[in-house]
């Protein structure tokens, strides 16, 4: 940012009360600089300035005006920077003597000192080095930068982080010398590194006191922080650490890392990362043996397990650096080092043997360079035997409490070693194959790394000569290894092809041939197990066709023409020798595709480019073949199983020449053209009609046309240019078919997989006129499965429309939006995608043809393509004539204001939030459920000022369809008023509500106050912050259309029924995001009606008893004495004087009673199953009917708390309480309270001893109920 720019930013934005100050005194300067007619450059500003700050701060005056001093300092700081280098050498005693008074004042604040230090530090970057060599004083460099050194110290974080980025950017930036360090790097060095041993002796004193007995009023150590993030700061300078203070150095962080404090030891070993990474430059790099050497000279006790384990790793991280700078000299040190970390290993610390693994790999990683491995000479021969012997000697007994460790350097030898490893490791390997064999060792998982890890870097041959299968001829006293095959399979890549064919082969042969010899009678285990040995063994194809280093020898016709038979004969090794050939095509396609012109031959696993063209070049020549038999095979394989043999396909295809290719289409196209050519039979259209089971049809063999389609689309994106002519030709014959719509969509997608190449897109560019004509005269023709596929075929056309003509926009836009309605989510997304692609399109500009577009008269004048044309486009549809086609122009209306909301013209949005409005008058459910997305989009998206206007109108639409309850829509209207409340005010949206509804803003307004007091307790408590929601939604558009703060807080929410269902089961939000299951509870008799509204009462929380089958005992009720009445008696399960009702309120089967108790057993039946019994509502409450008449309010409904029901639920009766309705009957004056007779006055009493009775109390009087007071 120039100097101008940051001034005219204080002069445009004085907010704050400093910067208004600022501002002021900036403004002063300017109309002194404009009486004086100077030019307002920066050495101009830097003059007024500097006359100012002598008047402001002084040394015998100190700080004048504290408002006024910051606002000169701050304007300094910026112009400062902007001042060239001499100007500011000549006035830098003046500066710095009046800044020093703000520096050392004891009032001086934060803003002030950081101002102060941006001017230190932009003098100080401009200083010479004749400047930097004055001894240090008060009005010198070197002083100034004790002065920063001093403020680095600071309590205060801002100022004490300003200063260190300050002497960063003085020692990054040294003045031109021969010297490799900065002039003051020295004495920063030497002051932090008395800051660091001051801080350090201070804690270690802390430390003892505390353990003393005396309390530590600091738990932590600010100060050695503090001093650590000094020399953090002044290590990562441009040349590092000087080399003279480095021995101090690590000595002091070494002694700091070995404390108890996690932090402090981290950034110990950041300092460290931060001087290593300073040293692998090719400058600093001299440093490096000598801080190697200082590293070593502090090595701790052998035993020390806090020291040694923090030495071990910046030992490691050093050798690492130098491997970096001399990768030569490092290794020739290793094998000293190497023994050095080992003897680590046999310590008794776990710690230390964790840290000195750790190092050994490092090292085993860093230290060997790719020319050892290629090309070692003799003396890189003796140096990796002495490692190899080192590791040899680690798996003796002396180490064996850290066989877990060594297990884990060995891998990383092997890794390292590569093809090396074979002979070096081979005692390793020996003895780990052995430890393996043995049933009782506990390490196998450990063995079976370091074993893979062999057989990665020896290949097979070399590693089974060591540890033979001894499967197919076994050896009298030798174990069988065939648990080596899974691990063989998992590693095996880059070697030779010939060890397969040589000893796999047979071996496979061998076991198949006792499978076979065995017959078709019944399998033992045995034959099982060769079976298995069989498949693994194949299984281990795919990796020794990885790069393979003898393809051109080992994969001839011979081993072709056995892979052929396998895949006709063996369905079961289709998948494993599918990927084989595969992985022969794409990894030498991987390496001679390679940028660059030298090679890593290491990473490119011994194969150069020029090899592996040649192997692409000798597949190729077999490529023929392999196709007609793959192409053969697939036709005979089922769909679901095809996957691996249409990659296969598209391997050769890519390296197959164009003669063959085209030899290969033409006969696949010629059989095509047959099969399209034959009439469809009325039987098989029959049999296609017919309704298939999933399993029938899982496995149906698809018709050959099918078939063959598919193969011409996989080889088309590899067909030369002069072919796609017939190819299009083909395609258009096929799209006109309405006989058969799987051909018809696979025709479609023809367009799409042209468009994955360059040569496809440029003859979809080429040919895009005919494509146009060709998709549109289809349109009538499309089948429902075709859909998704003609979309996206439309979609790879619209990037190719020429600007000139964009007529193909308006000739499909009509199909597109109805495309936003269609069944398939798929078909849906793509109509969206492609509605947005045509806008950005138009946005683009073009002219569009109106004369091309069918039904528009053929003198239709041309108009200009823009987004307004486009919207008025699609606004077209608004006057559909039916609901269908309107709701489609309104969702794909919502969808392209979302998009391009910030594009459009004011009066664009202004109209069509009119019209949207009122299309929420309709009385039609499909449209407003349309509109009610497009007013939350709306609500969301657009600024407030242009959506103010429009609530007094919007709002009392918008509130009528809270009261329909079908198709979510009270719901819905509830998160579109809490979205308006959010952003508008709960005021404004009151004023515009009517009267009868204010309701609903108060629900909204009293469930927001009971979340937050929720959440403000929950604060209280400790409650931990609640988990982060994840993105249910793959757009922005989808979360705004369809995301709502309501679903975070459903157990506050006041929805319908049917919504909080719907939500659960269409879009799988259920009780798993709030942490719990739920479940859905039915009766006996019928299922569940989820479009009830009563469907909440029947969620629980918990999961409910499995339903018996009819077999088993019937569902217990709950008992019943002979007066009706619930009895509840946990003391004893038999009861002589209850009675067991049904569902029906039958006992036995017949009426219960004998007529003397006719009208209590009769009123409770019609407790039970009469229209006044009691229903579940919202929130999981008992309802009550408390109607009084035939027209009374359907809502004034008395609502039980279930606390009060809760154990009575228990019983498994929610709706076993209850009674016939009662008139009520007025108290009279002075007559004691009185109760209802009947189930509607009936309460749950507390549980005595004896047993509780609960139910209608018949023929006991119309009067009081003092008994039932007293008892209670």
Request: proline share 5%; net charge neutral.
């Amino acid at each position: 940012m120039s100097l101008q720019e940051r001034l005219e930013k204080i002069r445009n934005q004085p907010k704050l009360q400093s910067a208004q100050q600022t501002a002021v005194v900036l403004s002063a300067i300017e109309d002194t600089l404009r009486t004086q007619k100077s030019e307002p450059t920066a050495t101009a500003y830097f003059a007024a300035l500097l006359s100012l700050l002598g008047q402001y701060i002084s040394t015998e005056k100190g700080i004048v005006n504290k408002e006024v001093a910051y606002a000169v300092v701050y304007l300094l700081d910026l112009v400062t920077s902007h001042v060239s280098a001499p100007l500011l050498r000549s006035k830098f005693p003046q500066i710095l003597a009046s800044l020093a008074p703000a520096l050392t004042h004891p009032d001086a604040e934060a803003p002030l000192l950081r101002a102060s230090i941006g001017c230190l530090e932009s003098l100080l970057v401009a200083q010479d080095g004749q400047a930097w060599a004055l001894p240090q004083s008060a009005s010198s460099p070197r002083g100034a930068v004790g002065a920063l050194l001093a403020l680095a110290m600071d309590q205060r974080p801002k100022v004490r982080r300003r200063a260190q980025d300050a002497l960063d950017k003085v020692l990054r930036h040294p003045p031109p010398i021969p010297s490799l360090d900065h002039p003051a790097a020295d004495m920063c060095a030497e002051s932090s590194l008395r800051s660091l041993q001051a801080a350090a002796d201070e804690a270690n004193s802390k430390k003892k006191q505390k353990h003393r007995g005396q309390k530590d009023e600091q738990g932590h150590e600010p100060g050695l922080m503090h001093a650590l993030q000094l020399v953090k700061g002044i290590a990562s300078a441009e040349n590092g650490w000087p080399s003279k203070k480095l021995d101090a150095l690590c000595a002091l962080l070494l002694s700091i890392s070995r404390g108890s404090n996690e932090f402090l030891t981290m950034a110990a070993f950041e300092v460290f990362e931060i001087i290593f990474a300073g040293l692998a430059g090719q400058v600093s790099s001299a440093k490096l043996p000598r801080l190697l050497d200082a590293i070593k000279e502090l090595q701790p006790s052998q035993n020390d397990s806090q020291l040694l384990p923090p030495w071990i790793a910046v030992l490691s991280r050093g050798h690492e650096v130098a491997g970096q700078i001399e990768p030569q000299e490092t290794f020739e040190n290793l094998p000293d080092l190497f023994d050095m970390v080992a003897l680590f290993l046999a310590s008794s610390s776990h710690n230390i043997r964790i840290s000195a693994s750790e190092c050994l790999i490092s090292l085993l990683s860093t230290c060997v360079p790719d020319s050892v491995i290629l090309e070692p000479s003799i003396m890189d021969d003796k140096a990796l035997e002495r490692i190899a012997g080192t590791m040899q000697e680690l798996l003796s007994v002396k180490y064996q409490t850290a066989w877990t460790e060594v297990f884990n350097v060995a891998t990383a030898a092997f890794n390292a070693l590569k093809w090396r490893a074979h002979p070096l490791l081979r005692g390793v390997l020996q003895t780990v194959g052995d430890l393996r064999s043995n049933d009782s060792f506990a390490g196998k998982k450990e063995a079976d790394a370091v074993l893979s890890a062999a057989i990665h870097a020896m290949g097979p041959g070399d590693f089974l000569a060591t540890l033979p299968l001894n499967l197919g001829k076994p050896v009298a006293g030798r174990p069988g290894r065939a648990w080596l095959l899974p691990l063989m399979r998992d590693s095996v890549s880059n070697t030779r092809l010939a060890h397969f064919r040589s000893e796999l082969v047979p071996l496979s042969e061998t076991m198949f041939q006792r499978v076979l010899n065995h017959g078709s009678r019944e399998k033992t285990m045995e034959i099982k197990i060769f079976e298995t040995v069989v498949s693994q063994i194949w299984a281990c194809l795919p990796g020794y066709c990885e790069l393979p280093l003898d393809l051109q020898e080992s994969f001839d016709q011979t081993f072709a023409e056995m892979l052929s038979n396998l895949l006709y004969q063996q369905p079961q090794l289709r998948t494993e020798i599918c990927k084989a050939l595969q992985n022969l095509v794409d990894t030498n396609k991987a390496i001679a595709e390679l940028e660059g012109e030298t090679e890593d031959l290491i990473r490119q696993g011994r194969v150069t480019k020029i090899e592996a063209a040649k192997n692409l070049q000798h597949l190729a020549g077999l490529a023929s073949n392999l196709l007609a038999v793959l192409f053969n095979v697939y036709s005979q394989t089922l769909p679901h199983n095809r996957g691996n043999l249409l990659q296969c396909i598209n391997a050769f295809l890519s390296i197959t020449p164009d003669a063959e290719l085209m030899e290969t289409f033409q006969r696949v196209a010629t059989m095509l053209e047959a099969e399209v050519a034959k009439p469809v039979e009325v039987k098989e259209v029959g049999v296609r009609k017919q309704q298939l089971s999933s399993e029938e049809a899982k496995n149906k063999m698809p018709l050959v046309s099918h078939t063959l389609m598919d193969l011409v689309i996989t080889m088309s994106i590899y067909l030369p240019r002069d072919s796609f002519a017939g190819l299009f030709v083909m395609a258009s014959k096929i799209v006109q078919r309405q006989d058969d719509p799987q051909l018809q969509k696979k025709a479609y997608k023809l367009v799409p997989r042209l468009a994955e190449s360059d040569i496809g897109q440029m003859a979809l560019k080429e040919r895009s006129t005919e494509l146009q004509q060709l998709l549109l005269a289809a349109a009538d023709k499309a089948s429902a499965p075709a859909k998704r596929d003609r979309l996206a075929s439309l979609s790879k056309l619209v990037p190719f429309l020429p600007k000139s003509d964009l007529s193909f926009i308006p000739s499909v836009l009509s199909e597109v939006v109805i495309g936003v309605k269609e069944v398939n989510e798929k078909a849906r997304t793509a109509a969206f995608d492609l509605l947005v692609l045509m806008g950005q399109t138009m946005s683009e500009g073009g002219i569009v043809v109106n004369s091309k577009v069918p039904h528009m008269p053929p003198d239709a004048h041309s108009v200009e393509a823009n987004l307004e044309e486009y919207f008025t486009m699609v606004s077209a549809g608004l006057a559909g004539s039916t609901p269908h086609m309107i709701s489609a122009s309104i969702t794909a209306l919502t969808r392209l204001l979302y998009e391009f909301r910030s594009q459009l013209k004011q009066e664009t949005v202004v109209d069509l939030v009119q019209t949207m409005d009122l299309f929420l008058t309709s009385n039609n459910r499909e449209i407003v459920r349309s509109v009610l997305g497009f007013v939350k989009v709306c609500v969301i998206s657009l600024p407030t000022e242009l959506m103010l206007p429009r609530l007094e109108t919007l709002v009392p639409n918008l509130v009528v369809w809270s009261h329909e309850h079908k198709a979510q829509f009270k719901a819905k209207v509830k998160h579109i008023f809490e979205r308006m409340i959010r952003r508008f005010g709960v005021e404004i949206i009151e004023k515009y509500t009517p009267e009868a509804d204010k309701k609903l803003i108060a629900n909204i307004r009293k469930t927001r106050d009971r979340r937050k007091r929720k959440n403000a307790t929950d604060a209280e408590e400790g409650a931990g912050a609640p988990e982060q929601r994840k993105g249910r939604f793959e757009s922005e558009y989808d979360e705004a259309v369809y995301g709502s703060d309501e679903e975070q807080n459903a157990e506050d929410s006041d929805i319908s029924d049917d919504e909080v269902l719907g939500r659960a089961v269409e879009k799988g939000k259920s009780a798993k995001q709030k942490g719990g299951k739920q479940y859905i509870v039915e009766d006996e008799d019928e299922p569940l009606d989820l479009l009830d509204r009563r469907a909440l009462a029947h969620v629980s929380s918990t999961k409910p008893a499995k339903n018996r089958g009819a077999a088993e005992p019937a569902k217990r009720k709950a008992d019943v004495d002979l007066d009706g009445k619930l009895v509840f008696n946990e003391d004893s399960d038999d009861n002589n004087d209850v009675m067991d009702f049904d569902d029906r309120g039958m006992f036995g089967g017949q009426e219960p009673g004998d007529g003397t108790l006719e009208g209590g057993i009769n009123a409770y039946v019609s407790a039970l199953k009469g229209k006044d019994a009691p229903r579940r509502g919202e929130n999981g409450k008992l309802k009550f009917s408390n109607k009084r008449s035939s027209g009374a309010d359907d809502e004034d409904e008395m609502e039980i708390d279930e606390r009060e029901i809760a154990s009575a639920r228990k019983q498994g009766h929610s709706q076993a309480r209850g009674g016939a309705k009662q008139k009520p009957v007025r108290r009279g004056l002075g007559m004691e309270k009185a109760r209802p007779v009947g189930g509607g006055g009936a309460g749950i009493r507390k549980q005595q001893k004896r047993p509780f009775k609960h139910g209608l109390q018949a023929k006991r009087g119309k009067g009081t109920r003092r008994h039932d007071s007293n008892r209670s």
